[in-house]
């Protein structure tokens, strides 16, 4: 079950990854002009923050999962 919340996020990491994706070719070919080079470690920052809010996401629903199995066999 994923919430509107977690598929903004995935939205948002998949625009991310792909500009990153870009930068980094250009940047191991030392093409990445200097003044993007705040915003490549900006979104490289956004990217990481993003995959911890889907993990944190995704271990909520794990624990409510759980918890609701456990509830189901007591019952």
Known sequence: ???EKEMKIRERLEEVR???MVM???Q???QLNPGRLGIF?????EK???EIE???IANLEEQTTEANS???KTE
């Open 1 to 3: 079950m994923s919430s």
């Open 18 to 20: 792909r500009k990153l």
């Open 24 to 26: 980094e070719w250009d």
């Open 28 to 30: 191991s070919r030392n």
């Open 41 to 45: 470690n900006e979104l490289k920052e």
């Open 48 to 50: 990481a923050r993003l």
């Open 54 to 56: 889907l993990s944190q």
């Open 70 to 72: 456990e509830l189901n």
